[in-house]
Protein backbone atom coordinates (compact mmCIF):
# COMPACT_ATOMS: atom_id res chain seq x y z
CA UNK A 1 0.00 0.00 0.00
CA UNK A 2 0.64 3.38 0.06
CA UNK A 3 3.65 5.24 2.44
CA UNK A 4 3.87 8.79 2.80
CA UNK A 5 6.49 10.26 5.08
CA UNK A 6 6.71 13.69 6.07
CA UNK A 7 9.16 16.14 7.66
CA UNK A 8 9.95 18.21 9.96
CA UNK A 9 7.47 16.53 12.54
CA UNK A 10 7.84 20.25 14.13
CA UNK A 11 9.08 23.83 12.70
CA UNK A 12 8.98 26.93 14.12
CA UNK A 13 9.43 30.13 12.20
CA UNK A 14 9.15 33.96 13.05
CA UNK A 15 6.22 35.91 12.16
CA UNK A 16 6.98 37.22 8.33
CA UNK A 17 9.72 34.14 7.79
CA UNK A 18 8.41 31.46 5.40
CA UNK A 19 8.09 27.72 6.36
CA UNK A 20 8.39 24.72 4.35
CA UNK A 21 7.28 21.09 4.57
CA UNK A 22 7.75 18.32 2.56
CA UNK A 23 6.01 15.21 1.90
CA UNK A 24 7.29 11.57 -0.58
CA UNK A 25 5.27 9.14 -1.56
CA UNK A 26 5.75 5.36 -2.52
CA UNK A 27 2.84 4.60 -4.90
CA UNK A 28 3.56 5.95 -8.26
CA UNK A 29 -0.24 5.61 -9.17
CA UNK A 30 -1.05 8.12 -6.53
CA UNK A 31 -3.03 11.08 -8.05
CA UNK A 32 -4.23 13.50 -5.73
CA UNK A 33 -2.21 15.19 -2.87
CA UNK A 34 -4.27 17.24 -0.20
CA UNK A 35 -2.91 19.23 2.28
CA UNK A 36 -4.56 19.39 5.38
CA UNK A 37 -4.76 22.02 8.65
CA UNK A 38 -5.55 21.30 12.21
CA UNK A 39 -6.45 23.34 14.91
CA UNK A 40 -6.52 22.07 18.09
CA UNK A 41 -9.66 20.38 19.16
CA UNK A 42 -11.09 20.09 15.57
CA UNK A 43 -11.50 18.18 12.80
CA UNK A 44 -8.58 18.29 9.51
CA UNK A 45 -9.93 21.19 7.32
CA UNK A 46 -8.40 21.32 3.39
CA UNK A 47 -6.17 23.99 2.78
CA UNK A 48 -4.68 23.42 -0.75
CA UNK A 49 -4.75 19.86 -3.13
CA UNK A 50 -2.96 19.42 -6.31
CA UNK A 51 -3.02 16.55 -9.10
CA UNK A 52 -0.81 14.43 -10.94
CA UNK A 53 -1.15 16.61 -13.56
CA UNK A 54 -0.04 19.71 -12.39
CA UNK A 55 3.52 20.69 -11.20
CA UNK A 56 2.47 23.62 -9.40
CA UNK A 57 -0.67 25.10 -7.72
CA UNK A 58 -0.84 28.99 -5.29
CA UNK A 59 -3.18 30.09 -3.61
CA UNK A 60 -2.97 33.56 -1.93
CA UNK A 61 0.28 32.92 0.75
CA UNK A 62 -0.07 28.93 0.34
CA UNK A 63 1.53 27.08 -2.93
CA UNK A 64 2.30 23.69 -3.19
CA UNK A 65 4.65 22.04 -6.02
CA UNK A 66 4.80 18.36 -6.93
CA UNK A 67 7.59 16.15 -8.54
CA UNK A 68 6.05 13.37 -9.92
CA UNK A 69 9.61 11.50 -11.02
CA UNK A 70 10.98 11.75 -7.49
CA UNK A 71 7.52 11.12 -5.41
CA UNK A 72 7.93 14.05 -3.12
CA UNK A 73 5.69 17.17 -3.01
CA UNK A 74 5.91 20.23 -0.55
CA UNK A 75 3.91 23.20 0.93
CA UNK A 76 5.22 26.53 0.96
CA UNK A 77 3.83 29.15 3.05
CA UNK A 78 5.04 32.83 2.95
CA UNK A 79 4.51 35.74 4.93
CA UNK A 80 3.18 33.16 8.13
CA UNK A 81 1.22 34.85 10.74
CA UNK A 82 0.26 33.49 14.06
CA UNK A 83 -2.82 31.98 12.95
CA UNK A 84 -0.72 29.95 11.02
CA UNK A 85 0.26 27.96 14.10
CA UNK A 86 -1.59 24.55 13.58
CA UNK A 87 -0.70 20.76 12.75
CA UNK A 88 -0.49 20.74 8.74
CA UNK A 89 -1.12 16.59 7.55
CA UNK A 90 0.00 16.31 3.52
CA UNK A 91 -1.90 13.07 1.89
CA UNK A 92 -2.00 11.14 -0.85
CA UNK A 93 -4.69 9.08 -2.55
CA UNK A 94 -5.33 7.02 -5.75
CA UNK A 95 -8.22 5.40 -7.65
CA UNK A 96 -12.16 5.93 -7.40
CA UNK A 97 -12.45 6.04 -3.51
CA UNK A 98 -9.98 8.47 -2.86
CA UNK A 99 -8.90 6.71 -0.18
CA UNK A 100 -6.19 9.08 1.55
CA UNK A 101 -2.97 7.96 3.17
CA UNK A 102 -2.12 10.69 5.49
CA UNK A 103 1.59 11.68 6.76
CA UNK A 104 2.71 11.96 10.47
CA UNK A 105 1.78 15.77 10.55
CA UNK A 106 4.12 18.83 11.20
CA UNK A 107 3.60 21.12 13.88
CA UNK A 108 4.25 24.77 13.04
CA UNK A 109 4.41 27.44 15.65
CA UNK A 110 4.65 31.22 14.21
CA UNK A 111 6.53 32.77 16.91
CA UNK A 112 5.99 36.92 17.07
CA UNK B 1 -25.90 23.53 6.59
CA UNK B 2 -24.45 21.52 9.59
CA UNK B 3 -21.87 20.04 7.84
CA UNK B 4 -20.14 16.56 8.96
CA UNK B 5 -21.38 16.31 12.40
CA UNK B 6 -20.26 13.72 14.82
CA UNK B 7 -21.67 11.74 18.38
CA UNK B 8 -20.60 11.70 21.04
CA UNK B 9 -17.95 14.21 21.38
CA UNK B 10 -16.11 12.69 24.30
CA UNK B 11 -16.37 9.17 25.62
CA UNK B 12 -15.34 6.78 28.26
CA UNK B 13 -15.66 2.92 28.28
CA UNK B 14 -14.29 0.28 30.31
CA UNK B 15 -12.67 -2.74 28.60
CA UNK B 16 -15.28 -5.11 26.93
CA UNK B 17 -18.00 -2.60 26.44
CA UNK B 18 -19.37 -1.85 22.93
CA UNK B 19 -20.69 1.59 21.44
CA UNK B 20 -21.52 3.13 18.53
CA UNK B 21 -19.95 6.34 17.25
CA UNK B 22 -22.69 8.42 14.70
CA UNK B 23 -21.59 10.53 11.52
CA UNK B 24 -24.00 12.38 9.87
CA UNK B 25 -23.44 14.23 6.90
CA UNK B 26 -26.26 16.80 4.94
CA UNK B 27 -24.05 17.13 1.91
CA UNK B 28 -25.90 14.74 0.04
CA UNK B 29 -22.28 13.20 -0.48
CA UNK B 30 -21.99 9.25 -1.61
CA UNK B 31 -18.19 8.50 0.10
CA UNK B 32 -18.24 8.78 3.72
CA UNK B 33 -14.44 7.91 6.07
CA UNK B 34 -13.77 6.85 9.42
CA UNK B 35 -10.27 7.41 10.39
CA UNK B 36 -8.59 6.76 13.74
CA UNK B 37 -5.64 9.74 15.29
CA UNK B 38 -3.13 8.24 17.39
CA UNK B 39 -0.36 10.96 18.23
CA UNK B 40 2.81 10.76 15.78
CA UNK B 41 1.07 8.89 13.86
CA UNK B 42 -1.56 10.74 11.97
CA UNK B 43 -4.84 9.59 10.97
CA UNK B 44 -5.39 5.94 9.49
CA UNK B 45 -8.52 4.61 7.35
CA UNK B 46 -10.58 2.22 9.69
CA UNK B 47 -13.26 1.95 7.04
CA UNK B 48 -15.17 3.64 4.07
CA UNK B 49 -18.27 3.81 1.72
CA UNK B 50 -18.88 4.49 -1.61
CA UNK B 51 -22.74 4.94 -1.15
CA UNK B 52 -25.43 3.77 0.70
CA UNK B 53 -25.75 0.20 1.37
CA UNK B 54 -21.91 -0.55 1.05
CA UNK B 55 -18.78 -0.95 3.28
CA UNK B 56 -15.14 -1.53 2.72
CA UNK B 57 -12.18 -2.15 4.88
CA UNK B 58 -9.54 0.35 5.28
CA UNK B 59 -5.94 0.53 6.89
CA UNK B 60 -6.70 -0.95 10.32
CA UNK B 61 -10.20 -2.46 10.24
CA UNK B 62 -9.97 -5.02 13.26
CA UNK B 63 -12.03 -4.50 15.81
CA UNK B 64 -14.32 -2.05 14.20
CA UNK B 65 -17.57 -2.54 12.14
CA UNK B 66 -19.66 -0.23 10.32
CA UNK B 67 -22.96 0.23 8.41
CA UNK B 68 -24.45 2.71 6.52
CA UNK B 69 -28.28 1.90 5.68
CA UNK B 70 -29.10 5.55 5.27
CA UNK B 71 -27.07 7.69 2.38
CA UNK B 72 -26.36 10.48 5.15
CA UNK B 73 -25.43 7.98 8.24
CA UNK B 74 -22.16 5.89 8.80
CA UNK B 75 -22.30 4.60 12.01
CA UNK B 76 -18.08 2.99 13.49
CA UNK B 77 -19.18 0.47 16.27
CA UNK B 78 -16.85 -1.11 19.14
CA UNK B 79 -18.33 -4.63 19.75
CA UNK B 80 -15.83 -5.07 22.51
CA UNK B 81 -13.74 -1.80 23.06
CA UNK B 82 -9.90 -2.40 24.80
CA UNK B 83 -7.13 0.04 25.66
CA UNK B 84 -6.08 0.24 22.19
CA UNK B 85 -9.00 1.78 21.34
CA UNK B 86 -8.30 4.76 22.67
CA UNK B 87 -7.72 7.27 20.29
CA UNK B 88 -9.82 10.09 18.01
CA UNK B 89 -11.82 9.19 15.90
CA UNK B 90 -12.92 11.43 12.40
CA UNK B 91 -15.54 11.00 10.16
CA UNK B 92 -15.59 12.12 6.67
CA UNK B 93 -17.48 13.20 3.60
CA UNK B 94 -16.78 13.05 -0.27
CA UNK B 95 -19.23 14.05 -3.28
CA UNK B 96 -17.19 13.29 -6.30
CA UNK B 97 -14.45 15.26 -6.34
CA UNK B 98 -11.55 14.39 -4.37
CA UNK B 99 -12.06 16.79 -1.33
CA UNK B 100 -12.79 15.01 1.86
CA UNK B 101 -14.79 17.23 4.50
CA UNK B 102 -13.90 16.22 8.16
CA UNK B 103 -16.26 16.55 11.42
CA UNK B 104 -14.91 17.86 14.67
CA UNK B 105 -13.96 13.98 15.95
CA UNK B 106 -14.89 11.89 18.70
CA UNK B 107 -12.26 11.49 21.83
CA UNK B 108 -12.81 7.68 23.01
CA UNK B 109 -11.49 6.73 26.16
CA UNK B 110 -11.33 2.69 27.13
CA UNK B 111 -10.31 1.82 30.63
Known amino acids: GENVEQHPSTLSVQEGDSAVIKCTYSDSASNYFPWYKQELGKGPQLIID?????GEKKDQRIAVTLNKTAKHFSLHITETQPEDSAVYFCAASTGTASKLTFGTGTRLQVTL | NAGVTQTPKFRVLKTGQSMTLLCAQD?????MYWYRQDPGMGLRLIHY???????AKGEVPDGYNVSRLKKQNFLLGLESAAPSQTSVYFC??????????FGPGTRLTVL
Open chain 2, 92 to 101: ASRLDRDEQF
Open chain 2, 27 to 31: MNHEY
Open chain 2, 49 to 55: SVGEGTT
Open chain 1, 50 to 54: IRSNV
